[in-house]
């Protein structure tokens, strides 16, 4: 079986760019974070001056949480660099919800997957991709469900859920035409469902995505291992 259109291109390529002679370029970094007075501040405490914006824009100095793709340019002091921003991308910031708060119909069972999965800053971050109609309006509730069931002794299970509310490729009422794969990056907080654990953990996150096996189109379960060990 064969994963099902899961070669999308990269959020962030990095863009090719023509350096001045003033720019020393160090290398480049996707990072999350978060803007303080102006500044990047990334999830492992670096703090980024940007002193060449490419993106067109200024919202990213009021978008909260990001994922940042800059060219580290040169390195004024240990943790301070200016930077080339070359984009950007908002992430969904959410809670955790424990399984027992949250009902199977709520959370639905729709197709999700996730990659680049990763802990930093507040939680778990992903790169979440799911389906949609083109061009609705229609809300898609995502979520991390922790498995209270599964979860024992210093193993964490957690559920990656879609509720797409039928915009799927099992509704036959859809034309699968009008279906996109869509792609965002969440942080799911972990501070709620973790309060009263001390200890180190392993993070284990279940998802459901399609997969092709010849000309059928099927679903199938997969489970990753989130790496390393996370201390409460």
């Known amino acids: ?10 959020p962030f390529m990095f863009a090719a760019c023509n350096l001045g ?40 100095k009021t978008a909260g949480r990001c ?13 301070l660099y200016n930077v080339r921003l070359l984009d950007y991308s908002p992430v969904v910031c959410q ?3 424990p399984s027992s708060e949250i009902s199977k119909e709520e959370r639905g069972d729709d197709g999700v997957y996730a990659s680049q999965i990763w802990i930093s800053g507040p939680g778990i971050n992903a790169c979440v991709y799911y389906t ?16 209270e069931e599964r979860s024992t002794g210093h193993n964490l299970y957690f559920i990656l ?27 799911f907080d972990y501070a709620d469902v973790t309060a009263d654990l001390s200890g ?6 279940e998802s459901d ?6 000309n059928e189109l099927l679903r199938e379960k997969e489970t990753i291992s989130v790496s390393g060990v996370v201390s409460f």
């Open 132 to 147: 949609s109609v083109a061009e609705s309006n229609m809300s898609h509730e995502i979520n991390l469900v922790l498995d």
């Open 67 to 79: 994922v940042f793709d800059c060219d580290i340019l040169t390195k004024e002091a240990d943790g």
């Open 200 to 205: 180190s953990y392993y993070i284990f996150i």
């Open 95 to 97: 809670d955790i919800i």
């Open 21 to 60: 002679m003033e720019d020393v370029l160090l290398y480049g970094e996707i990072s999350f974070g978060e803007v303080v007075s102006g500044k990047i501040i990334t999830d492992v405490g670096n703090t980024y001056i940007v002193t060449t914006d490419e993106t067109g824009t200024e919202d990213w």
């Open 161 to 187: 859920t879609h509720n797409g509310h039928g915009e799927t490729y099992e509704n036959e009422d859809i034309d699968t035409e009008n279906l996109v794969i869509n792609q965002k990056y969440f942080t």
């Open 209 to 214: 995505w399609y997969v092709t096996s010849g």
């Open 1 to 10: 079986m064969k994963k099902f259109l899961l070669l999308l291109a990269m």
